[in-house]
């Protein structure tokens, strides 16, 4: 009797410019495998099902705990992270193709600096930077550490964006991290010195109107942020700003 | 977070622009269309559909309903400005939406995906119905500014046809539940509800109000094709109302008058 296997198989880019192509592979089962453990058996023994020489798969990974957002990827049509992507739960044969809303480096690597600068455009920090120390910042209420925690744990993975479909190269929506981001800051008792420019920022073209509250995003977070809320909560922000702009500016 | 390269003389794909902090008015006209959808049209149509329920007590009540409506002042005026422009920009920039957006259904059968992807058919399906029902009720045939008495009577004899009753079934169901579904999403968007809890019941309460719209819309459907004997037809409604055409017609009256 034959052993039980893994069957899957993988769209692959060789460069950014060139043309995709999908390989079979089929690997022996054990019990635990994620996805990221399927590359690393092709990476092995890099043959694909039927036998043809090829060379191991590209693709970003780091913590393997859910923690970093690298390994993000579409398994099985879907925005998720590999590592935490258990063979056990995967319909046969996975498929796995790199996120399709960014540019392909090769393989399942995608350039997803997108984020980085929308992070930048809505200033998604605290701005302490100085020559000398400012002393002790003030101090947080616990229930308004609570709700920053749930957002700070966002890893840039972009499964929100994704699986947007707001989210493309018509619309050029910022997304719903970035927006939870800005709203992370603008919790923040120095953050918040910032907040009239991260909410201007939200209503250039791309910005916070551009939701279409598909709500695919709180959907497919692994870290469960509340995105829907976040971007409700910074759309009332970013209303009365518009208002008020208009009655008092 | 890799980044690509640039080799001299290839064009790499770029993806998704980042945001355009500062520029464009995307944002004033996303709002725009989002505000008009509940005031004026979602207001017209809540109006629209309790008028319509006037059906339901008789054609002498619709029509008196008619009459009410096409006799307000600046009547044409309230038609342009509340109903006509507000109603054509949010159905054009609302196709525009659609167009810039990338259906994934498919891939994401979600609950809210499906909310909006049916919010965009509906409303093609409005805009292509509410197109026909404009031109065969306002802008075609007996006109009921002049002869309000004819109301139920037009309304009944556009439903006689299966196919045009089927058309109008449909335009009731999917205008209620555009607009229904809609005033969630407008509270959502605005930040008038955000918590998952309180989203929730925005979104029952938005479906509720979908469905209240829509029993009520079929209601008064019914009202026209089952409830009321068939109106007929009266020769004097395809006559213009003005002074000369009522001269015209009462030769003797007027004579009788100048004499």
Known sequence: MANKTVL?????????????????????????????????????????????????VNYDSNCLEEVCGSCAMLINGRARMACSALVDNLEQPITIEPFSKFP?????????????????????????????????????LPQVQEQAYQLSQCMSCCCCMESCPQFNESTGFVGAATIAQARLFNMHPTGKVLKEERLAALMGDGGIQECGYAQNCVEACPKEIPLTKSISDVGGDVMKKAVLDFFRL | MASTAQTPGTTLPKGVAPLRAGQGSSFLWRRLHSLTGIVPVGLFLLEHF???????????????QVKFLTGLPF??????????????????????????????????????????????????????????????????????????????????????????????????????????????????????VTGPKAQNRARLAGIGLAVVLMLAGLASLYSFVGKYPEQQRNPMWDLHNDAAEQSRLTPAATVGVAR
């Open chain 2, 50 to 64: 309790l008028s319509n329920a006037e059906a339901l007590s008789g054609p002498a009540a619709y029509n008196a």
């Open chain 2, 75 to 192: 009547r044409l005026g309230l038609e342009i400005i509340g109903v006509f422009i507000p109603l054509l920009f949010h159905a054009l920039y609302g196709i525009y939406i659609w167009w810039r957006g990338e259906n994934n259904v498919i891939d994401y059968p979600w609950a809210g995906n499906w909310g909006y992807t049916l919010q965009r058919y509906t409303g093609m399906l409005v805009f292509f119905y509410v197109g026909f029902h404009l031109w065969t009720m306002r802008f075609t045939g007996v006109h009921l500014t002049e002869h309000y008495q004819a109301s139920f009577w037009k309304v009944q004899s556009e439903l006689s046809h299966p196919l045009i009753l089927g058309f109008y079934v449909l335009g009731v169901l999917a205008s209620a539940w555009h607009f229904g579904y809609g005033c969630f999403l407008f509270a959502a968007k605005w930040g008038i």
């Open chain 1, 8 to 56: 899957f198989k993988i769209k692959r880019q060789t460069t950014p410019t060139s043309e995709p192509f999908w390989e079979e592979f089929e690997i022996d089962y054990r019990a635990g495998l994620n996805v990221i453990s399927l590359f690393m058996e092709v990476a092995l023994k890099p043959l694909t099902r039927d036998g043809k020489a090829t060379t191991p």
């Open chain 1, 104 to 140: 392909v480096v090769r393989d399942l690597q995608v350039d997803r600096s997108v984020l980085f600068e929308n992070l930048k455009t809505v200033k998604a920090w605290v701005p302490v930077d100085g020559t000398y120390s400012l002393g002790d910042g003030p101090r947080q």
